[in-house]
């Protein structure tokens, strides 16, 4: 674990992989708030797969800057917002990328209390020594950048390069903490919501008959969450998977994980697929056929059709028994077998979604814990996943409610400008 640099002196206590929190860290509101900047601050949030980037930018400046508005509109930013800084912050607009002047327009064109823009970048990790030291660089150039804040275990791979090569000042902060804090300050304007049970069945229907996405606002509209619950469980789906349990706002403890993540899927996915593309991945999903590859519980005891079966069978019969269970046998008796890569990403997806979705609620069990908080960028690529995580949840305990952010991509980058850090 990376210890923060700042983490004494703002009112933090760290025992092992447990940290307290004093309210003297947040406002007076007892609610997390962005850094106020008058020019701009950055921090990233760097992972074994994917680096989070994170800009919170006065919106003077961007007004006053050519230079900047040019390498904002040429870097097409995932997510930006207007946000308030230094109190509770919350959203007037947003837009899914600076893509024209127009919409750049709107973000710093209107004389408001929204003080400053908040703009979120998704990027490989391999491209942080190209890519991403070219933006930084050509930003550094055209503002007063002086320092950046990195989180993730590749703030201590990248932390000597990017200080050297940039010549930034490099603030290393605590993976835990930016995560946490980072929740906290986007529920403030980024809805929490959860999902209705379904069958697996009527799920990949779904997934098959939309293969464009399904619309995760109408979740949150119909089943937004304002509060927290406490406690909690994080489960917060990297590269790897860390478990974490939230008591409060204030003690927040990691209490284990698990090496198969959203980087197995992705690796796995370009041996066999040809691509790590996870949108790829997902809507090849969305067309495939899992029980073309994956065995079944009424493969093994045959159909509860079948009298001698049915009380015998307490388990229903389209339970996924094994994964990938059906192709050895599919090619044992036929050498020259082929398979759909379609059928390949949905038996993949199914397989890392449920072992994530029962590793979250072995926990919750452990702790007796009733709430599961999924975060990561699995979540991001729409409803399939997350439809998934749920259900594999809920096939273990109905008692149990899984939780979503449609944020949660970002909130280590995030967590990393929230607060008082001086």
């Not at 209705?196 to 949150?220: F, M, P, R, T, V």
């Not at 691509?275 to 590859?293: Q, S, Y």
């Not at 093994?300 to 009380?311: F, H, Q």
Request: charge should be negative; hydrophobic fraction near 35%.
């Amino acid at each position: 674990t990376v210890e923060a640099d700042f983490l004494h002196s703002e009112g933090v206590q760290r025992s092992s992989s447990t940290f307290r929190m004093r309210k003297s860290s947040i406002n007076n509101d007892g609610k997390f708030s962005f850094i106020h900047t008058e020019n701009i601050l950055a921090s990233m949030d760097i992972g074994g797969t994917l680096t989070k980037i994170c800009f919170i930018i006065s919106k003077s400046l961007v007004k006053s800057n050519k230079g900047l508005q040019n390498i904002l509109t040429k870097m097409d930013p995932s997510y930006s917002f207007q946000v308030v800084t230094g109190r509770i912050p919350f959203i007037v607009e947003s837009s899914t990328g600076l893509n024209s002047n127009q919409t750049l327009d709107s973000l710093y064109d209107q004389e408001n209390l929204y003080d400053s823009i908040l703009v979120l970048k998704r990027v490989s990790t391999y491209l942080i020594e190209t890519e991403v030291l070219s933006l930084l660089s050509e930003i550094k150039e055209v503002t007063k950048l002086e320092s950046i804040r990195l989180t993730g275990g590749g703030s201590v791979k990248f932390n000597q390069i990017i200080r050297e090569k940039l010549e930034l000042e490099v603030i290393k902060v605590d993976e835990l903490q930016s995560l946490i804090k980072g929740y906290f300050v986007m529920n403030e304007y980024s809805t929490m919501y959860h999902l209705e049970e379904k069958k697996l069945c009527d799920i990949l229907e779904k997934a098959h008959s939309n293969q464009n996405g399904l619309d995760i606002l109408k979740y949150q509209k119909v089943n937004s969450i304002k509060t927290f619950v406490f406690p909690h469980i994080v489960v917060n789906i990297g590269s790897g998977v860390s478990i974490i349990k939230v008591l409060s706002q204030y003690k927040i403890e990691r209490v284990g994980g698990t090496m198969c993540g959203g980087g197995t899927l992705l690796g796995l996915s370009k041996l066999i697929l040809g691509t790590d593309n996870f949108d790829e991945i997902v809507k090849m999903a969305r067309k495939g056929d899992h029980r073309n590859l994956d065995l079944l519980v009424s493969d093994i005891y045959g159909s509860s059709t079948d009298k001698s079966n049915k009380d015998n069978v307490k388990l229903e019969e389209d339970v996924l028994a094994s994964s990938f269970g059906k192709v050895y046998q599919k090619i044992a008796q036929n050498p020259d077998q082929k398979f759909e890569k379609e059928d390949i990403a949905q038996s993949l997806l199914l397989l890392i979604s449920f072992q994530i979705a029962q590793l979250g609620f072995l926990y919750a069990e452990q702790f007796n814990i009733k709430h599961i908080c999924y975060f990561g960028n699995f979540t991001q690529t729409g409803a399939f996943s997350i439809e998934l995580l749920n259900f594999g949840t809920k096939f273990w305990s109905k008692e149990m409610v899984c939780h979503f952010n449609d944020m949660d991509g970002f909130l280590g980058s995030i967590g990393n400008l929230a607060g008082n850090f001086d």
